[in-house]
């Protein structure tokens, strides 16, 4: 092609606009290319976990005992495990056919004595000691059921030795009847619809590594003696004590409050009712056993209240603002801290939570609303 003159300079112009589109289009496929080929690589990603002083000392007896090489090596080993229970749900929990073999009759039918039924007791009581005691309940103490049996359990071994009782026997018998109760629960889930946290089993060692779940409910819903502190939410909630005899064995007793406890009706336990973990009793008893011996701990759940009640409904919102409140928290302990206060006050009915598919909605329910409006009466 030839231009000449003013067409030609037009002419020409249209050949350069032409020559960088097609070099473009060139360009744009080849970056589309690398994009592609940059997709289908496949990247470790390294990520920085913060992991509480509690978890990382339980990995590194693990890992003392030789059934770990490495910190790295049991998250791993952690991470396909979760992934594997995720895919395959079905193999969480004890089978249908196994727990109907395990199924137990709660409360009591005939002459035998039940561990966890109701009877006359004449117990001596003892005094807790606030210096042994913690002022808050931990994240990891979920939920008030598994502490209900642990306390009805050793009101019955209590009247039976006529007084203390070791720990390790006390770990061991409520840890076995948690299970049992906890199987029969699961078969009583079927098709309730409830997500998890608001199953009624929640909280009770019935995974199928029974030695593994039996031994976090003995951590946290019995609890042992410490050093300085007896740890363990029934001790916090100064339902026991715990002292260190003579023989250099620890023994446990109720408190004055524990026995109250242990002898209030249970819907499950007593009434095999299923409808609700705990009774109305119970839950007031609870509340304002909570509201007379930890403040710090009723603080906290006017504070939660009054964040729900002002709008932050979801637990985004809700880890933004305790973030702020619990300065000196890493983001592990924040979530720990918050997923176990929203599960307790579920417990006590302080809170009503739907789930919309993503996350729970949170609601201050009418006796969460008495709680602040009281408080407020009172500043």
Same mark, same amino acid.
């Given at each position: 092609?030839s231009?000449?003159?003013?067409?030609?300079t037009?002419c020409?112009?249209f050949?350069?606009y032409?020559?960088?589109s097609?070099?473009? #289009?060139?360009?744009?496929?080849?970056?589309?290319k690398?994009k592609?080929?940059?997709?289908?690589?496949?990247v470790? #990603? /390294?990520?920085i976990?913060?992991?509480s002083? =509690?978890?990382?000392?339980?990995?590194?007896?693990?890992?003392r005992?030789?059934?770990?090489?490495? &910190?790295q090596?049991f998250i791993?080993?952690?991470?396909?495990?979760?992934?594997?229970?995720?895919?395959?749900?079905?193999?969480?929990?004890e089978? =249908?056919?196994q727990?109907?073999s395990?199924e137990?009759v709660?409360?009591?039918?005939n002459?035998?004595?039940?561990?966890l039924?109701?009877?006359?007791?004449?117990?001596?009581?003892?005094?807790?000691?606030?210096n042994?005691?913690y002022s808050m309940?931990?994240g990891?103490?979920?939920?008030?059921?598994p502490?209900?049996i642990?306390?009805?359990?050793?009101?019955n071994?209590?009247?039976e030795?006529e007084?203390?009782v070791?720990?390790d026997?006390?770990?061991?018998t409520a840890s076995?009847e948690? /299970?049992?109760?906890?199987?029969?629960l699961? /078969?009583?889930?079927?098709?309730?619809g409830?997500k998890r946290?608001?199953?009624l089993?929640t909280?009770?060692? &019935?995974?199928?590594?029974?030695e593994s779940s039996r031994?976090?409910?003995?951590?946290? !819903? #019995?609890?042992?003696?410490?050093?300085?502190?007896?740890d363990?939410?029934?001790?916090?909630?100064?339902?026991l004590?715990i002292?260190?005899?003579d023989d250099g064995?620890d023994? #446990?007793?109720?408190?004055?409050?524990?026995?109250? !406890?242990?002898?209030?009706?249970?819907?499950?336990?007593d009434?095999e009712?299923?409808?609700?973990?705990?009774?109305?009793?119970?839950k007031? !008893?609870?509340?304002?056993l909570?509201?007379?011996?930890l403040p =710090?701990?009723?603080?906290?759940?006017?504070?939660?209240?009054?964040?729900?009640?002002?709008?932050k409904?979801?637990t985004?919102?809700?880890?933004e603002?305790v973030?702020t409140?619990?300065?000196? !928290?890493?983001q592990n302990?924040?979530?720990?801290?918050?997923?176990?206060?929203?599960n307790r006050?579920?417990?006590?009915?302080?809170?009503? /939570?739907?789930y919309?598919g993503?996350?729970?909605i949170?609601? &201050?329910?009418?006796?969460?609303?008495k709680?602040?409006k009281?408080?407020?009466?009172?500043?």
């Open positions: 092609m231009c000449i003159g003013y067409k030609g037009v020409l112009n050949l350069i032409e020559s960088l097609q070099y473009i #289009v060139g360009l744009g496929s080849y970056l589309y690398i592609q080929d940059i997709l289908s690589w496949r470790d #990603v /390294r990520y976990v913060d992991i002083p =509690d978890i990382l000392d339980v990995i590194q007896v693990q890992i005992k030789g059934e770990y090489r490495t &910190v090596n791993t080993t952690a991470i396909h495990n979760q992934i594997y229970l995720i895919e395959h749900p079905e193999n969480l929990y089978s =249908d056919s727990t109907k395990q137990v709660i409360s009591k039918k002459d035998e004595i039940n561990i039924d109701l009877q006359e007791m004449n117990i001596e009581t003892v005094a807790h000691n606030p042994f005691l309940l931990s990891f103490w979920n939920k008030f059921f502490v209900k642990t306390v009805r359990v050793l009101a071994l209590m009247n030795n007084g203390p070791l720990v026997a006390l770990q061991e076995k948690a /299970r049992k109760i906890g199987l029969l699961v /078969r009583k889930e079927k098709g309730s409830r946290g608001d199953r089993f909280g009770l060692p &019935v995974k199928r590594n029974s031994s976090r409910f003995k951590s946290h !819903f #019995v609890g042992a003696l410490k050093t300085t502190k007896i363990g939410m029934p001790g916090t909630l100064r339902l004590d002292k260190k005899r064995k023994y #446990v007793s109720l408190t004055h409050t524990g026995l109250e !406890f242990s002898k209030l009706q249970n819907p499950i336990i009434l009712d299923y409808s609700s973990i705990l009774s109305d009793e119970e007031d !008893f609870l509340i304002n909570i509201q007379d011996q =710090d701990e009723y603080n906290d759940i006017k504070y939660i209240l009054n964040l729900i009640d002002q709008g409904t979801d985004k919102e809700l880890l603002s973030s409140y619990k300065q000196g !928290f890493s302990q924040i979530s720990t801290f918050l997923s176990g206060m929203l006050l579920s417990d006590l009915d302080l809170v009503a /939570r739907r919309d993503l996350s729970y949170y609601e &201050v329910s009418q006796k969460g609303k709680i602040i009281v408080n407020i009466g009172r500043e």
